[in-house]
């Protein structure tokens, strides 16, 4: 069975910092493109970030492009994601997602294995 397991949400102030985990487990991620998708209140799920099975390939939304950064360490089949800057837009459950495909993609319907999220609230 696989599971992916986030976390590292919490409530932080706007120009803080957090560093989300996604831990993976039933399923080598070593050849699968991963992602990383918000959901706001209210709102319906969108694309923050995606990397590639190598790591060389990545991919932001413009809303965080500049303030968040996918990495990927293939050993510990665990994925990450550093947001700086935070704003209190930014506040959303944050996903993470397993692609089981190499290339990169920002389409949500495109991703197979999907994580129970973590919450991060940035307070103005």
């Known amino acids: 069975q696989v599971q992916l397991v986030e976390s590292g949400g919490e409530l932080v102030q706007a120009g803080d910092s957090l560093r989300l985990s996604c831990a993976v487990s039933?399923?080598?991620?070593?050849?699968?493109?991963m992602g990383w998708f918000r959901q706001a209140p209210g709102k319906e799920g969108e694309f923050a970030a995606a990397?590639?099975?190598?790591?060389?390939?990545?991919n932001y939304a413009d809303s965080v492009k500049g303030r968040f950064t996918i990495s990927r360490d293939n050993a510990k089949n665990t994925v990450y994601l550093q947001m700086n800057s935070l704003k209190p837009e930014d506040t959303a459950v944050y996903y993470c997602?397993?692609?089981?495909?190499?290339?990169?993609?920002?389409?949500?319907?495109?991703?197979?294995?999907w994580g129970q999220g973590t919450q991060v609230t940035v307070s103005s």
């Open positions: 997602a397993d692609r089981r495909d190499p290339v990169v993609s920002t389409k949500l319907e495109e991703y197979v294995y």
């Open positions: 039933g399923r080598s991620i070593e050849s699968d493109a």
């Open positions: 990397i590639s099975w190598s790591g060389y390939t990545t």
